[in-house]
């Protein structure tokens, strides 16, 4: 009896441990990437387009929270083998007001990106 209790408390503490799964390849989770702390902000539908032969993308951000927030951002262009094509781009700052919602767009720097991955970090 002993053992199975033993046994049973190893199963819950193993369990509590568990690391949520990565986001599935291609969905809106996997183009986030939060470098450092990112908080109060809620990232909601994402639109990818090609205009004029560049890759264009809207990002639809929330300030979930009572007070203002800032945030900083940059988009990372990604070839067909999902490697960075150009430059890397410099971070840029976002004012978001209290329970403010807006879209954050970006347009590619060449006409050879297939993806983008947004990078995103609050101070």
């Not at 990437?33 to 993308?57: P, Q, S, W, Y």
């Not at 720097?109 to 609050?122: C, G, I, M, Y």
């Amino acid at each position: 009896m002993r053992h199975f209790i033993l046994g049973a408390l190893a199963l819950v503490l193993l369990a509590g441990c568990a690391t949520p799964p990565p986001p599935a390849p291609g969905s809106a989770a996997s183009k986030i990437v939060v470098m450092g702390k990112f908080k109060g902000i809620a990232v909601g539908a994402i639109r990818v387009a090609r205009e004029n032969g560049f890759l264009t993308a809207k990002v639809q951000l929330s300030n979930i929270t009572s007070s203002n927030q800032t945030m900083y951002y940059r988009f990372a262009w990604l070839g067909a083998d999902g490697f960075p094509v150009g430059d890397e781009e410099t971070w840029k700052v976002l004012n978001l007001y209290a329970n403010q919602a807006t879209f954050l767009p970006a347009i590619a720097n060449l006409p050879q990106a297939s993806d983008f991955r947004l990078e995103v970090k609050t101070p």
